[in-house]
């Protein structure tokens, strides 16, 4: 019997990898199917497929989250005043959760987003990572991301498997259906009803995903 399986390929310091993540935890809980977490360098992936992005986007960008809040109630009040920011520590200190306590790999991405799209900081500094994290891990497991040199070098290697993805953008999203038939990539936190369909899933609108939730 065939076994679908998702990869999603996110920057910490992608808004819309922060709603996809959200989305993302809805639909792995509806449709009982693996999710392989993976963080990746986004400004390395852009500049690869020469992706510019322009200022004047912005503002609807911001518009689009903003509604869209309001909409599944996932908290959103903005950006910080550093944004974009490197977001190194927070891509490592997740990859270094993810092979060693894995459990506690999607609340910590969870806690990193609540402190820069609610609490309005940027999660740059090693300190700022252990501050965020206070409530999943403890702060020495941040020094142990940083310690560890595989820690960068699989962000590295999700990062060229993008590239070779021909991925431009976050969150990415390769979906396979398990049947020997050829993955599907997929851009952006909109996407998921297309993935429903590919899926052969029954496709939900936000409020019908959302109905009655508390994030």
Known sequence: MPSPNIVFYFDCASSFSYIGFEFMEKYQQLWDIPVDYRPFILSDV????????????????????????????????GTPAKYPYDPQVALRTLQYLKTHQPHKMAPAMR??????????KAPESVDDVKYALKDVV??????????????????RQNTEQMKKMKGFGAPTILVSKGDGSKSEMFFGSDRFEHIAIFLDKEPLTMKQLFAGSKL
């Open 46 to 77: 852009m500049a690869n497929a020469r992706n510019t992005f322009s200022p004047y986007k912005l503002p609807f960008l911001f518009a689009d989250l903003k509604r869209t809040s309001s909409i599944t109630k996932i908290p959103f009040r």
């Open 111 to 120: 806690s990193l987003w609540n402190m820069e799209y609610v609490q309005l």
């Open 138 to 155: 403890e702060p020495e497991v941040v020094d142990f991301a940083m310690g560890a040199d595989e820690t960068l070098e699989v962000v």
